[in-house]
């Protein structure tokens, strides 16, 4: 009898850990595997906001994707997604297509506009490696276009970030490491440059915890990051942000939007529900109705049923829905009881650049400053161990501490 055919989509956080935990539970005859990622290169997303601000180079947030998932076990197959043909058990790529016997969705996720005009033509955004190189080049060349210009405009020096959530104010405290050795290397008076950070809610890091946000605006604007608060960005032009009820206009040589994510088009295009961008998955994480699909990761809507609402897109989640997917995977195969997701909030830490970070761990334990820089590096591997183990954070992982 043949094997069932397991075919991942996405070699994110999802992706990948679900290959990998496949891997582990199924042995090499119960089941083919196979992993399709638009890239050779695995990158970490929460790394990103570092290639952007130019703090980390670009190949130190990726890594190849045969160096960690066995391609003697898993067939990997580099194209990229352009629709699943859910009533055929096929997926179509741009040079080719995959059939299936158990699908697992985890493309990740899209930049949200929100429609705002503008946005999507005049604004870079953090999405993937080269959009985050795209990012780090960009301003450089207008710093080094502001040091050779005779008809010099200081607003080429202005770095202006739409979206005070964790995105924005990560990458901020980036800018804000970054600006400085711009302005030596190119030099520029410090006080020319300005990094600007926009937030619609009346505070940055809407609903976290007051004090976490109090210390992280204060860092942040002790290194000269401005925060507008209250200020919601109705036009993307050119070159400037149309903000708050009177129309003020912000001008910069340089525009990030860190306004919000949505699940990944394809599943719209491939006919699933959608909500909001993204599919509201089943407790055992498969799409509705769908007894062979999985959809995990940024494409999905996992309800906290507590609350009544589904927990925010995050790489921790991910994870997790990842060890799921693959034992119901398993269940499946080997005709067992599936289980329900259940998420384990480990806590949430943001980095203010190099030295400084903030956030909660274990029950709402409160990290500032040092021991929460030490704690971000810690999750920061602990994802490379369980991907690769320590070989990996050897070669990948983020070693000096402090
Ligand atoms: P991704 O990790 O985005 O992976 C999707 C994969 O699918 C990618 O490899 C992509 O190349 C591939 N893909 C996409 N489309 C196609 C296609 N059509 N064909 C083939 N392949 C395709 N969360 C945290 O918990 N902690 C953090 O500190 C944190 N920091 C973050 C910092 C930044 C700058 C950003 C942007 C997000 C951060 N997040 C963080 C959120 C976290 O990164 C996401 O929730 C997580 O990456 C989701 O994992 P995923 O596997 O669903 O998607
Ligand atoms: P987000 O949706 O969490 O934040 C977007 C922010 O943009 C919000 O504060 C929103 O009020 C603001 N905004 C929206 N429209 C606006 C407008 N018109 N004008 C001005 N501001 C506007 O998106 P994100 O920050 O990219 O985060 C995405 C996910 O990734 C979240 O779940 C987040 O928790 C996770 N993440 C986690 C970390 C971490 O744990 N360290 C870091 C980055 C991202």
Not at 74 to 98: A, F, G, T
Not at 154 to 163: A, H, P, Q, R, S
Not at 274 to 295: C, Q, Y
Not at 367 to 375: E, F, K, Q, R, S
Request: net charge neutral.
């Amino acid at each position: 009898m043949s094997k069932p055919k397991i075919v991942v989509l996405g070699a994110g956080y999802a992706g990948m850990m679900t290959t990998k935990r496949l891997m582990q539970k199924l042995g090499p005859d119960e089941a083919e595997i196979v992993l399709v990622n638009k890239h050779n290169y695995h990158y970490q997303t929460t790394w990103l906001h570092e290639v952007a601000a130019g703090t980390r180079n670009q190949n130190q947030a990726r890594m190849m994707i045969s160096d960690v998932i066995n391609p003697n076990r898993v067939s990997l197959i580099y194209d990229e997604v352009v629709e699943v043909k859910k009533d055929e058990n096929r997926v179509v790529l741009k040079n080719s297509e995959v059939s299936y016997d158990y699908l697992v969705i985890s493309l990740g996720f899209e930049t949200n506009t929100f429609g705002i005009k503008g946005m999507e033509k005049n604004a870079f955004s953090i999405t993937d490696i080269e959009s985050s190189r795209m990012i780090r080049e960009h301003i450089e060349y207008q710093f080094a276009k502001y040091s050779t210009s005779d008809k010099k405009n200081e607003n080429d020096l202005t770095i202006l970030v739409g979206g005070g959530g964790f995105t924005g104010i990560e990458f901020v405290g980036e800018l804000a490491e970054q600006v400085p050795k711009l302005c030596k290397k190119y030099d520029i008076d410090r006080s020319k440059a300005r990094i600007v950070n926009v937030e619609a809610a009346p505070r940055i890091l809407p609903g976290f915890n007051d004090d976490l946000v109090a210390y992280a605006k204060k860092s942040l604007e002790d290194r000269g990051v401005e925060i507008r608060e209250g200020a919601k960005i109705s036009e993307c032009k050119k070159n400037s942000f149309v903000i708050g009820d009177d129309g003020e206009e912000i001008k910069a040589g340089t525009i990030v939007w860190t306004g919000g994510v949505t699940g990944n088009s394809i599943l719209g295009k491939s006919g699933f529900e959608i909500t909001k961008g993204k599919v509201t998955v089943e407790s055992d994480l498969r799409a509705p109705g769908e007894e062979n699909i999985f959809i995990i990761g940024d494409c999905a809507w996992v309800m906290n049923q507590e609350e009544g609402r589904p927990f925010p897109p995050t790489a921790q989640a991910a994870m997790q829905h990842a060890d799921t997917c693959a034992t119901n995977l398993k269940g499946l195969i080997r005709n067992e009881q599936l289980e329900s997701f259940t998420f384990d909030d480990k806590g949430t830490v943001a980095s203010l650049g190099k030295n400084d970070a903030m956030g909660t761990v274990f029950s709402e334990r409160l990290l500032y400053g040092t021991p929460a820089t030490a704690m971000k590096k810690v999750i920061d591997n602990r994802y490379l161990f369980l991907l690769g183990g320590p070989k990996l954070i050897l070669k990948k992982g983020k070693l000096r501490m402090l």
